[in-house]
């Protein structure tokens, strides 16, 4: 069956940052990595990312987990590029994306597959203990807050789940850095396989626990250190 159709029509209308291209891939990498454990997103804004990975996680009985404080980043605030005044709560002066969010979800089908956390990253990891299939980074785009989603989650994805990362620009005049400059030492490490990129969406695949240890005994070995 063509993957388009599983997707909800509406998906063109709900305010977000993914192009369809995007939608799909993760749609294919949420699919695999439900053979794994359940996924985690973080940065969900009104629900765009959250219906494609969502609709993957319910075809294959799995759970989606969602994190976002649901105040908007900083270019989201008042004043910056992407700010958009329809998110803006009148009463507390704050923007507030969860009603958007929550009406998303509903009209996909999703409120018995998607579990969200209102609450920063940082703070969801805290307590974590389950292993994930896939991790989805979208959140904060500085350099700081893309790290910090990075060593709060990786150690909770399984051998062979995928890493993924929006935003990763290769070219400095099409977008920040910031996500790119944390992608490329996530790869440095040696922990996981880059995959083939679709339009900004960086997939990384968590190497099993053999090729980290092939690795670095050949590490090892140009060293003269036996293994
Ligand atoms: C770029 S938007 C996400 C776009 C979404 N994935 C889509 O498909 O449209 C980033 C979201 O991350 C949230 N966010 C930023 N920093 C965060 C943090 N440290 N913890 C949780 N959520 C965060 C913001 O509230 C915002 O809704």
């Not at 996500?179 to 990129?197: D, N, T």
Request: aromatic share 10%; glycine share 8%.
């Amino acid at each position: 069956m063509k993957i388009k159709k599983l997707i909800p029509s509406f998906i063109s209308e709900v305010k977000g940052f993914l192009d369809e291209e995007e939608g799909m891939r993760l749609f294919e990498l949420a699919s695999e990595a439900c053979a794994l454990g359940p996924c985690l997103e973080i940065g969900s804004f009104c629900g765009k990312s959250t219906v494609y990975l969502g609709i993957a996680c319910k075809r294959q009985g799995r759970t989606l987990f969602t994190i976002d404080h649901h105040r908007g980043s900083e270019e989201q605030q008042p004043g910056q590029t992407y700010f958009d005044s329809d998110l803006l709560d009148s009463r507390t002066g704050l923007i507030d994306s969860f009603p958007c969010f929550r009406d998303t979800i509903q009209k996909a089908g999703l409120e018995e597959v998607v579990v969200p956390m209102i609450t920063k990253s940082h703070v969801a990891a805290r307590d974590w203990a389950t292993p994930l299939g896939l991790v989805f980074i979208d959140g904060g785009h500085s350099y700081e807050t893309v790290m910090a989603d990075y060593q709060c989650w990786h150690p909770h994805l399984l051998p062979g789940g995928f890493l993924v990362f929006h935003d990763i620009f290769l070219d400095p005049s099409k977008g920040g850095q910031a996500p790119y400059e944390v992608y490329k030492q996530v790869l440095a490490s040696g922990l996981f396989e880059a995959l083939p990129m679709t339009n900004t969406l960086g997939v990384l695949r968590r190497h099993l626990p053999m090729v980290v240890k092939k690795q670095a005994c050949r590490r090892h070995r140009s060293e003269h250190i036996s293994c």
